[in-house]
């Protein structure tokens, strides 16, 4: 079965930068679309950032400009490179892959952006 771990949230001040992390356990990622989702409390999950297999990248107008999505293939992990943070960005980041069927959810990696 597939593990999905995402790590690097925190708590950080409006303005700020995270890098979140995401491993997966065995080559998963490969040939594969991948993206980030984040979930804030009482609200449905929601697409942040998608990379495809071939490097191409799509955001969600909320974050264009600020977020950053990555992958390496070698290493099974995908990242998030968040600048310029605000508030509304405080969520529970996960990964997955783009398409589904998805992969388990991991736990997630919690995001708090203080003003």
């Known amino acids: 079965q597939v593990h999905l771990v995402e790590s690097g949230g925190g708590l950080v001040q409006a303005g700020g930068s995270l890098k979140l992390s995401c491993a997966a356990s065995?080559?998963?990622?490969?040939?594969?679309?991948m993206a980030w989702y984040r979930q804030a409390p009482g609200l449905q999950r929601e697409l942040v950032a998608s990379?495809?297999?071939?490097?191409?990248?799509n955001y969600a107008d909320p974050v264009k400009g600020r977020f950053t999505i990555s992958r390496d293939d070698a290493k099974n992990t995908a990242y998030l490179q968040m600048n310029s943070l605000k508030n509304e960005d405080t969520a529970v980041y996960l990964c997955n892959l783009r398409y589904p069927p998805f992969f388990p959810w991991g736990q997630g990696t919690q995001v708090t952006v203080s003003s």
């Open positions: 065995g080559s998963v990622f490969r040939f594969r679309a």
């Open positions: 990379i495809s297999s071939g490097g191409n990248t």
